[in-house]
């Protein structure tokens, strides 16, 4: 029994922590499935692996290793970054690698409806894999208000949703 909850202990990640966690080259097939989902054209890999911090001449070594075969030149660069060849934790790039570092690099090659699409994955909706933050606009009337009345206590029924998912996510019993 003991075995089996140490075992679960990744799974019990919130969205914040999965966006963040620091990923590996054994995490290379969730990185190329989110990609898909969002998706990303293969054909974009050197523009993306440039903004990950890749040098110019791994990318021109790649494409010819991979006789310009887009599929296997995009794998190879996302493994690449996954092994931090180039030195692409440096911070004048994205950082470590993470989902979170990888949708800021979509952003800045001008693929932020990609990044979005991955950050929704992890229930944020920007390359930073946040929440957004709580306008300060008064809410108005609209489907997921609580009530009809202007929205009291603004509670809505995505905030609820989202803390229901927290609670479930963490193992806590209502």
Same mark, same amino acid.
């Given at each position: 029994?003991?075995?089996?909850?140490?075992?679960?202990?990744?799974?019990?990640?919130?969205?914040?922590?999965?966006?963040?966690?620091?990923?590996?080259?054994?995490?290379?097939?969730?990185?190329?499935?989110?990609?898909?989902?969002?998706?990303?054209?293969?054909? @974009?890999? *050197?523009?993306? $692996? +440039?903004?990950?911090?890749?040098?110019?001449?791994?990318?021109? =070594?790649?494409? #010819?290793?991979?006789?310009?075969?887009?599929?296997?030149?995009?794998?190879?660069?996302?493994?690449?970054?996954?092994?931090?060849?180039?030195?692409v934790? @440096?911070? *004048?790039?994205? $950082? +470590?690698?993470?989902?979170?570092s990888?949708?800021?690099?979509? =952003?800045?090659? #001008?693929?932020?409806?990609?990044?979005?699409?991955?950050?929704?994955?992890?229930?944020?909706?920007?390359?930073?894999?946040?929440?957004?933050?709580k306008?300060?606009?008064?809410?108005?009337?609209?489907?997921?208000?609580?009530?009809?009345?202007?929205?009291k206590?603004?509670?809505?029924?995505?905030?609820?949703?989202?803390?229901?998912?927290?609670?479930?996510?963490?193992?806590?019993?209502?």
């Amino acid at each position: 029994m003991a075995l089996e909850s140490i075992g679960n202990v990744p799974n019990r990640l919130n969205d914040d922590q999965r966006i963040e966690k620091e990923l590996r080259v054994a995490d290379l097939r969730e990185v190329m499935q989110k990609l898909r989902k969002a998706e990303f054209k293969k054909g @974009d890999w *050197k523009d993306l $692996g +440039r903004e990950l911090g890749l040098h110019e001449n791994t990318l021109d =070594e790649i494409n #010819e290793n991979q006789s310009g075969n887009i599929d296997k030149c995009y794998i190879k660069c996302l493994t690449k970054w996954l092994e931090r060849a180039d030195q692409v934790d @440096d911070d *004048k790039y994205h $950082g +470590r690698p993470s989902f979170n570092s990888l949708c800021a690099a979509l =952003e800045a090659i #001008e693929k932020g409806a990609i990044a979005e699409r991955i950050s929704a994955m992890f229930g944020g909706n920007s390359s930073e894999g946040k929440k957004p933050a709580k306008s300060t606009k008064p809410k108005t009337d609209s489907p997921t208000t609580k009530t009809g009345a202007g929205n009291k206590g603004n509670v809505t029924k995505s905030d609820n949703q989202y803390n229901l998912i927290n609670v479930i996510s963490n193992g806590l019993v209502i």
